[in-house]
């Protein structure tokens, strides 16, 4: 993905869980979101709690906490399940997700 200067924040959104996907994230020096996020899992950690899904699911969540004006321009691009969206693709068979087929 290139993306146009402007753009200052972008990853991936998972739906349906309404999380993002850590795997890409674009973002302007100190970006708001990141900070939110990054200040919650900070505070996680300081109470001891053992992390589950907070990555993905903090970052969600700071990004809705982030009022619009201050995101910037944000690019989010969609998570695809190829199995299911081509599934007359072939597909090289990894563990257990041939299971799926």
Known sequence: VILSPNIAFSTVE???????FQAFIA??????VLRK???TMLE???LGRK?????P?????????????QRGDVYILQETDLWKTYPDVPKECIGRRCEND
């Open 14 to 20: 998972t739906p349906p869980q309404n999380m993002f």
């Open 27 to 32: 973002t302007q020096k100190g970006h708001p």
């Open 37 to 39: 996020a990054f200040d």
């Open 44 to 46: 996680f950690y300081k």
């Open 51 to 55: 992390p589950r899904g907070l990555g």
């Open 57 to 69: 699911k903090t970052l969600a969540e700071a990004y809705v906490a982030t009022p619009k004006d």
